[in-house]
Every structure is written in C-alpha cells, then in structure tokens.
C-alpha cells in the first residue's frame, strides 16, 4: 500500500511555462484535495474533488486547473507559472470526514518559479 | 465565517516541561476539530481528533464550546514532539473540508 504518492517530488520552473502535478492514492478514497504550504500561511486548499470526474474551487483557485478523470489520480496543472506560485504542494485524499476518517497527505512536491 | 487561528507561530519549551499549543476556531455550526503534525523531512499525520477524546503521544486536546478553543496539551514534552502543529476545523454540509490555521511550530529543547 503506497498511500498517496505526489509527482514530482521537486521542480523550478520559469514564469509562464506550465506542468501538472500528480497525485495517485490506492486507498479508494473518494475524496481528493490539493492544498499550498506557504510560510506563516498554513495549508491552503486549492481545489478539491469529491468523486471521479468532479471538481470544485476551494480558498486559492486562481491559476491553477484540476481534474480527476480517475478515482485514484487527482491533477493539478499551472497553465502559466507566476513566482507567487512558488510553494510546496500536498496532496491529500480520504474516504469522507464526519469527524470519523482522517485525511492521509501525499510527501509533498516544492515548486519554485524564476 | 470559518475560522481556525493558532496565535503562537514559534513555541519553544525544555524536554519535561509542559506545554500547550493554542487554536482559536470560528464556525457557526457544530465544530469537528482535528490536530495534524509535520515533523521534519515528513508528511501531515493526524494527530488526533476532538471526537475520539483519545491521547496519543501523550497529547490531548479538550474542545471548549464556550470558549470555542482546542487547545493540544502535552504534561511533559519530549524532544521528539518538536514538529510543525497545525489545528483544522471541518467544514460541513455537502462538500466537506478541512480550515487549517496557520500553524505553531514547537522546538523541544535539550
């Protein structure tokens, strides 16, 4: 059981090339987030999915675009890098809170943008 | 409006002493409250939850209502706790999701 997995583990990118990100987890879980770690910001949510071929905004969507068209995958895409981008990325995935399931975190994945 | 506020950014104790991190939270319904620890060059874990009223490492959190706070106590800390301390309050009603505050990062001295 490999939990989450995140690709790539580290990149730099320029401003205004794109990439995504990876997330694969073989829990079966239904849900799927993607936060940043920022420095006295805490984790913030980007976007989130509560099910295969659904997606929805969390708290700091702005550039960046997501899809799940596989229950155990969930990608993050930059269309075009910004140097405010650069941050660590996690991902995480769990079956359903109700104060019962926990959320499990991929290792993270440290993007810096030029 | 949600809210998770954990005032204390650094924290710093000597092994054996006690220690508490602080965490605030603002919700209008009826809070599930989470601890979540990042020690270094490793993931989030959770820690534990206010629901399960469980200790785990030593550590235990008391929701106070009437205080709207869940503050994560340990008696006697060891170096081993030093780790980057994040408070989450879940979010309900349809699309569930977990509000981080900004974390308390706690140095356990020798």
């Known amino acids: 059981n490999a939990g989450v997995t995140q690709t790539p583990k580290f990149r730099v990118l320029k401003t205004g090339q794109s990439m995504t990100l990876l997330c694969a987890q073989d829990?079966?879980?239904?849900?799927m987030y993607w936060y940043r770690q920022d420095p006295g910001m805490g984790l913030r949510l980007i976007h989130y999915?509560?099910?295969?071929?659904?997606?929805a905004k969390g708290e700091v969507p702005d550039g960046y675009n997501v899809s799940r068209l596989k229950k155990q995958n969930f990608l993050l895409g930059l269309e075009s890098a910004a140097p405010s981008q650069t941050s660590v990325y996690f991902c995480a995935s769990s079956y359903s809170f109700r104060g019962i399931n926990e959320q499990y975190f991929g290792p993270g994945t440290r993007l810096t943008v030029t | 409006a949600q809210r998770v506020t954990q005032p204390e950014k650094l924290l710093s104790v000597f092994k054996g002493a006690p220690v508490e991190l602080k965490c605030n939270y603002s919700y209008s319904g009826s809070p599930e409250l989470f601890w979540y620890v990042q020690y270094s060059r490793q993931r989030l874990q959770l820690l534990l939850r206010h629901i399960s009223r469980e200790s785990i490492k030593g550590f235990t959190a008391d929701l106070n209502k009437g205080e709207t706070s869940f503050h994560l106590k340990k008696p006697f800390a060891q170096e081993e706790d030093s780790a980057m301390y994040y408070c989450?309050?879940?979010?309900?009603?349809?699309?569930?999701?977990?509000?981080f505050g900004k974390g308390t990062k706690l140095t356990v001295n020798p």
């Open positions: 999915s509560v099910g295969e071929g659904t997606t």
């Open positions: 829990m079966n879980h239904e849900y």
């Open positions: 989450a309050l879940l979010t309900q009603g349809g699309s569930e999701k977990l509000v």
